[in-house]
């Protein structure tokens, strides 16, 4: 791993995060809308037997779930369920994660839900292209700047 700043990571992620607020989106396409209404009308005690049995077999579950803990981000059993949909790789779940995460610091917020994740991204949500391009800019001298994050240092945005 390149050396560098503790200072240099926030600031760069911080300039990320930006990218990330501004980057261009696109309308959910019919497959993800119909499982984005499906995922919305579900009752707590049915969502979560489904994502207990995902859980136990998903590794973008299990990332979710691991890295979401790590950073101390609360997010909704229905938001979880979202983001997996949401994400084509491990890089890009783990992208969602810290920008959820760096928008609760932003508005001092407690848990995302699927309802806040809606205000967020009301139009849409950012290409596999436009995604593939926030994942460049998170890296610097080789490294993923949100591995060397250290989130809980981050106190404003």
């Given at each position: 791993?390149?050396?560098c ?11 990320w ?15 993800q ?5 499906k995922?919305?009308?579900l ?9 207990e ?5 998903d590794f973008l ?20 369920m979202?983001?997996?949909m949401l ?22 917020g407690?848990e ?12 849409g ?9 926030l ?7 080789g490294d ?7 989130v ?6």
């Amino acid at each position: 791993m390149a050396e560098c700043n503790k200072d240099e990571v926030t600031k760069l992620t911080i300039d990320w995060y930006n990218a990330f607020k501004s980057t261009p989106v696109i309308v959910m396409d019919d497959f993800q809308m119909g499982m984005f209404i499906k995922l919305y009308m579900l009752g707590d005690e049915e969502r979560l037997n489904i994502w207990e049995g995902m859980l136990e077999k998903d590794f973008l579950c299990k990332l979710c779930h691991k890295r979401a803990e790590s950073i101390n981000l609360n997010l909704s059993g229905h938001m979880k369920m979202w983001l997996i949909m949401l994400s084509r790789s491990p890089g890009e779940l783990v992208m969602w994660l810290y920008f959820l995460k760096l928008h609760t610091i932003e508005h001092n917020g407690g848990e995302i839900t699927f309802e806040d994740f809606m205000l967020i991204f009301p139009l849409g949500y950012p290409s596999a292209e436009n995604m593939s391009i926030l994942w460049d800019k998170q890296k610097h001298n080789g490294d993923n700047l949100l591995d060397l994050l250290q989130v809980d240092k981050v106190t404003s945005i």
